[in-house]
Antibody
Framework: EVQLLESGGGLVQPGGSLRLSCAASGFIFTSFGMGWVRQAPGKGLEWVSSISGGGSSTYYADSVKGRLTISRDNSNNTLYLHMNSLRAEDTAVYYC??????????????????WGQGTTVAVSS | DIQMTQSPSSLSASLGDRVTITCRASQSISNYLNWYQHKAGKAPKLLIYTASSLQSGVPSRFSGNGSGTDFTLTISSLQPEDFATYYCQQSYSTPRGTFGQGTKLEI
């Protein structure tokens, strides 16, 4: 069974740091791009960041560029989101998601077909 | 960046109704359009990919249509479990993966 399991969320002060992890199982991890999507309280889904299967290409929403960094460890089937200089507006449930198509296709052409259960990040003093 | 605009933002409907949600892209995105269903406290669920392809396991009452800039998601006969928020997503150009603002479907 294909599964994604996020961890690492919590309460952090403004300006602080956090690292989210997403453990993948049930598929050939290195063959698929991955992404992070968040939902702030009362708001819609916001794409945050994506990474190619091999990890060489990364993409960021303007709202997080320079503060959040996506990475992956293909030897351990784990996706990461390193979060620095956190702001109140980063408060959200963060989901990791798998690309529905393999690395031969543009990222998310086949959608995000598997999602984790989400991990909550709260930025507050 | 490509902007995705959904309409309406919210929609009230009854069991058995046929409903259509619209998504418009700020420029042509061919068929690089996906639809998701999201319920509170749950992970989003992929319904439709490449504008009109039904994801495995999704009931056939869901259908997608469109190409270029204008797209629709139709639910042919609303069931109790369909009341949720629906999002479109473009994957045409970098940054691939941006969503519309969502359409909340209520009873």
């Amino acid at each position: 069974e294909v599964q994604l399991l996020e961890s690492g969320g919590g309460l952090v002060q403004p300006g602080g740091s956090l690292r989210l992890s997403c453990a993948a199982s049930g598929f050939i991890f290195t063959s698929f791009g991955m992404g992070w999507v968040r939902q702030a309280p009362g708001k819609g889904l916001e794409w945050v960041s994506s990474i190619s299967g091999g990890g060489s290409s990364t993409y960021y929403a303007d709202s997080v560029k320079g503060r959040l960094t996506i990475s992956r460890d293909n030897s351990n089937n784990t996706l990461y989101l390193h979060m620095n200089s956190l702001r109140a507006e980063d408060t959200a449930v963060y989901y990791c998601a798998k690309d529905g198509g393999n690395s031969g296709w543009p990222l998310f052409y086949y959608g995000m077909d598997v999602w984790g259960q989400g991990t909550t990040v709260a930025v507050s003093s | 960046d490509i902007q995705m605009t959904q309409s309406p933002s919210s929609l009230s409907a009854s069991l058995g109704d046929r409903v259509t949600i619209t998504c418009r892209a700020s420029q042509s995105i061919s068929n690089y359009l996906n639809w998701y269903q999201h319920k509170a406290g749950k992970a989003p669920k992929l319904l439709i990919y490449t504008a009109s392809s039904l994801q495995s396991g999704v009931p056939s009452r869901f259908s997608g249509n469109g190409s270029g800039t204008d797209f629709t998601l139709t639910i042919s006969s609303l069931q109790p479990e369909d009341f949720a928020t629906y999002y479109c997503q473009q994957s045409y150009s970098t940054p691939r993966g941006t969503f519309g603002q969502g359409t909340k479907l209520e009873i």
